[in-house]
């Protein structure tokens, strides 16, 4: 397994990481869709991810109200606390009242501690903002992860669904009194989703932040089950109706980027799936994927996609499916590349 440094961290990171909001949605309508792992099943999945070389779990508090969090405790527990890296978010409202939600010292300060018990460790190794609060000043959310981090409770800080802007301003206060920088941004990423390239990416270029890249199958429409003539399954999120389907996606566009998928698929032997992992490792800023799976198969398969790596003429291939118009300013200033060259294609 790849390992990566993470951001302008020191930490390195598999470039898979795995997801667990499948894990203890049993008791929860709308994350029992996405899946509803128990303890046994969640160690099965965790040591199939240790023997792949994929240490690095990520999960959240607001997932099942805390019960991923307590379940993926439960599943590391039989390996050393320094073999694994856990990631855990804040932000989301996790209760009533009008404190129980954002990224305030109360709220940051009374989830921390949540997570650490829920978890059963003494530390978080990277802790996320999980979205901007607009309402909480950017110095209070620094200064309480600030003092999280000097506690030893947090090793790093991470942020999740920021604009440029939001997250420039918080290098920038980070900067300005010496708090901890933000070395990763969990973001939306995949080839019907590159919204992330037009700021994000280059950003995390000049910044030094790196992706931790979710829903990289574009809310699972690149799983090979879609595709023309054949609409999503019921056994699917998208197949069953409502719920969080993501933006909404052109079907032309989508069935024009599951054939580019195909043609690259059949040229290399891999699934749809791990071709469109795999593009998304090509690309500058990418730390690592946060791959889910419902049971051990699904999980295996995802592994895979770090066994190969693409071709410049396969990611070229993929890159010109999947093309989009660009919103103002961005169409304007490739106009003017000469001065405002945008991010390179892929890794090389």
Not at 128 to 136: C, I, K, P, V
Not at 164 to 180: A, F, T, V
Not at 245 to 257: F, I, S, T
Not at 285 to 294: D, M, N, P, W
Request: aromatic letters at 10%.
């Amino acid at each position: 397994m790849e390992f990566r440094q993470l951001g302008k961290s020191g930490l390195q990171v598999p470039v898979l990481c795995y997801g667990t909001g499948t894990f203890g949605g049993a008791n929860h309508e709308f994350f029992k869709r996405w899946g509803a792992s128990d303890v046994a099943d969640a160690r099965d999945l965790v040591d199939t991810c240790m023997e792949a070389g994929v240490n690095f779990f990520d999960t959240a508090d607001v997932y099942s109200n805390g019960a991923s969090e307590e379940v993926l405790g439960e599943a590391i527990a039989h390996l050393p606390r320094e073999s694994v890296l856990l990631s855990t978010k804040t932000t989301f409202r996790f209760g009533p009242g009008p404190n129980n939600v954002g990224s305030s010292r109360l709220h940051i300060t009374q989830q921390v501690e949540g997570s650490l018990k829920r978890l059963k460790t003494d530390y978080i190794d990277v802790y996320h903002m999980h979205a901007f609060d607009a309402l909480t000043p950017i110095e209070e959310t620094l200064n309480t992860l600030d003092t999280l981090v000097r506690a030893g409770k947090v090793r790093y800080i991470a942020c999740s669904n920021f604009s440029g802007w939001h997250l420039q301003r918080s290098l920038d206060i980070s900067e300005r009194y010496d708090y901890p920088r933000y070395v990763a941004h969990q973001a939306y990423y995949s080839l019907i989703g590159r919204d992330y390239e037009w700021e994000l990416m280059p950003l995390g270029l000049a910044e030094g932040v790196g992706c931790l890249v979710w829903s990289p199958l574009g809310w699972g429409r690149l799983t090979g089950r879609i595709r023309r003539g054949q609409p999503a399954p019921k056994d699917t999120r998208i197949g069953q109706g409502g719920g969080e389907a993501g933006p909404e996606v052109d079907d032309e566009y989508l069935y024009r980027v599951v054939d580019a998928l195909d043609k690259v698929a059949a040229e290399t032997g891999k699934t749809v799936p791990q071709i469109a992992l795999n593009w998304l490792l090509q690309k500058p800023t990418i730390s690592s994927l946060v791959i889910g799976a419902r049971n051990k198969e699904q999980l295996k398969a995802n592994l895979a996609a770090a066994d190969f790596r693409l071709t410049r003429e396969q990611v070229q291939v993929l890159d010109a499916a999947s093309e989009r118009p660009v919103p103002y300013p961005y169409w304007h200033q490739r106009q003017f590349q000469e001065r405002n060259p945008i991010p390179p294609a892929v890794r090389w």
